[in-house]
Nanobody, 127 residues
Framework: QVQLVESGGGLVQAGGSLTLSCVAS????????MGWFRQAPGKEREFVGG????????YYADSVKGRFTISRDNAKNTVYLQMNSLKPEDTAVYYC????????????????????WGQGTQVTVSS
């Protein structure tokens, strides 16, 4: 079992920045590929970004590419999502997720690939 706890959400003006953190406890963090997803009111949960076990590979949704950066620190059991140039359409609950990954360079975009999820943190971007 893995427990994931997100933090760092809040209210920010358009154009501002936030950094989300997700701390994992339980099994060895480095065996998991990690991802960030978000869900806005009335919308489906969508993929935001993913990172491989060894940090060598990252992948982003087109909507956040160039503005968001995902990173991880395996020594701290933590994955981060740096969000810059925030837009009102980025408003959502953001979730981190962990996927058991046999290959160290695997990154997953599908929610169904992820085994564990955090409880989410709210990000609100005002215009």
């Amino acid at each position: 079992q893995v427990q994931l706890v997100e933090s760092g959400g809040g209210l920010v003006q358009a154009g501002g920045s936030l950094t989300l953190s997700c701390v994992a406890s339980g099994r060895t963090f480095s065996i998991y590929a990690m991802g960030w997803f978000r869900q806005a009111p009335g919308k489906e949960r969508e993929f935001v970004g993913g990172i491989s076990r060894n940090s060598d590979v990252t992948y982003y949704a087109d909507s956040v590419k160039g503005r968001f950066t995902i990173s991880r620190d395996n020594a701290k059991n933590t994955v981060y999502l740096q969000m810059n140039s925030l837009k009102p359409e980025d408003t959502a609950v953001y979730y981190c997720a962990a996927a058991l990954a046999g290959r160290v360079v695997a990154v997953y975009t599908e929610a169904s690939k992820y085994n564990y999820w955090g409880q989410g943190t709210q990000v609100t971007v005002s215009s």
